[in-house]
């Protein structure tokens, strides 16, 4: 694969994404694990079964030593970039990403993992001691089972708007099976990350749009903020541990 630095989209500590032709190539670093390589491809592969319009797995290959998945190149501008150029019609470019976050929730791909068992898993890999976990544990064991499909890392900048105005969306790595208020809260938080009020907005209209309360979207907020902190960074670690606290969401 011959590419050069004009050729790279996204550069991340773990991975380089390079656009090479009608591919988007993402190139991991050698200390990526194999399996989630793999499991990358095997989960993008089965959210294609449901007929949303997402990038077409095409291989996984070897780059130079290092593992690498191919998919079909999206022509467009994600998201993100239009909410950023146009702030003044913010309200109805998140009406639209809402819209685009229930047509996921519509969908079933019964061969993915059960969200639930992820966030078990993440939260038993924290250091939260260990009468925190309890809490964060039987809140989980609580909370209605679902088996809506789950994007995982839903946010503007995995949505690109093509020239003709349709849209695909990106990046399934985390995606799995479970409840969509689960997977709405994890939205929030990353809107949170960065601006308290889009987050706000994202959560007025997805409760809106959805008839959900946000009472009960904001229970899932101390189970996903604690799963984050399994593997968030260190920056993040502060803004994470103010939400894990179960009593104050009640």
Not at 203 to 226: C, E, G, H, N, R
Not at 238 to 247: A, G, H, K, N, S
Request: neutral net charge; hydrophobic residues 40%; contains cysteine.
């Amino acid at each position: 694969m011959n590419v050069t630095e004009k050729d790279i989209l996204v550069k991340r500590d773990n991975k380089i994404v390079y656009r090479v032709g009608d591919e988007t190539v993402k190139v991991f670093a050698e200390t990526h694990p194999k399996a989630n390589i793999f499991n990358e491809a095997l989960n993008q592969a089965r959210v294609e079964t449901t007929g949303l319009p997402i990038p077409a797995v095409k291989r996984v290959t070897n780059v130079n030593g290092k593992w690498a998945v191919a998919v079909e190149y999206i022509e467009g501008k994600t998201l993100e970039e239009i909410m950023r150029k146009d702030p003044e019609n913010m309200q109805k470019y998140m009406e639209q990403f809402v819209d685009i976050q229930m047509e996921i929730h519509s969908k079933r791909v019964p061969l993915l993992n059960r969200l639930k068992d992820k966030l078990v898993r993440q939260i038993n890999a924290t250091e939260l001691d260990a009468t925190t976990r309890y809490e964060l544990m039987t809140r989980l064991d609580g909370m209605p089972k679902h088996l809506k499909l789950c994007h995982g890392d839903f946010v503007p900048s995995n949505v690109v708007i093509r020239p003709d105005g349709t849209y695909a969306i990106l990046d399934w790595p985390h995606a799995t099976q479970g409840n969509a208020s689960a997977d709405a809260a994890n939205t929030y938080l990353m809107f949170a990350l960065e601006d308290e009020k889009t987050a706000k907005l994202y959560l007025d209209i997805f409760s809106k749009k959805t008839d959900t309360a946000k009472q009960y979207i904001q229970q899932w907020m101390p189970i996903v903020a604690a799963a984050w902190l399994a593997k968030c960074k260190p920056e993040q670690k502060e803004f994470l541990m103010q939400w894990t606290d179960v009593i104050e969401f009640q």
